[in-house]
């Protein structure tokens, strides 16, 4: 079940980062996780947060904003299990969702994204923060839709 997140389920999505970043962020050194980690109750207010939940437990969840999905993170005990893949046509079909912007070490989550039918469209140096972590920016092709 998708749901809109609450302020008291912060701590679950920090868990939930925590499990994905590690598996799934190795370029990352350990003080940007520190940072990134600490950050995330700022970050969470610019954004509209969605989780995927599973017999009662928050196990994947979203951060949208403007049409751009900030954050896409799946708890590691359920990456595979096609969680990413609800979450985004979620966003894509309910929140008008077309844009992606995604470290381009994170050749798994590229390649998700590729998947989804989404296309790359611009590179930058740094990412949000002004880090030395290269962005791609990616869009979602135009859909076709009957009027």
């Known amino acids: 079940m998708i749901r809109k997140i609450k302020v008291t389920d912060y701590p679950r999505l920090i868990e939930i980062w925590e499990s994905a970043v590690l598996s799934t962020h190795d370029f990352l050194k350990e003080e940007d996780c520190l940072y990134y980690k600490e950050q995330?109750?700022?970050?969470?207010?610019?954004?509209?947060?969605?989780?995927?939940?599973?017999?009662?437990?928050?196990?994947?969840?979203?951060?949208?904003?403007e049409g751009n999905l900030e954050m896409l993170f799946i708890d590691n005990k359920y990456r595979g299990a096609g969680i990413g893949k609800k979450l985004i046509t979620y966003a894509i079909d309910n929140l008008q969702v077309t844009k992606v912007d995604v470290n381009e070490q994170n050749v798994q989550a590229v390649g998700f994204y590729k998947y989804m039918g989404f296309n790359i469209y611009k590179r930058s140096n740094l990412d949000g923060e002004g880090k030395e972590l290269s962005l791609i920016h990616i869009s979602e092709p135009t859909r076709l839709r009957c009027i």
């Open 40 to 65: 995330l109750p700022v970050y969470f207010q610019y954004v509209t947060l969605f989780g995927f939940e599973q017999e009662g437990i928050l196990i994947g969840f979203m951060g949208i904003a």
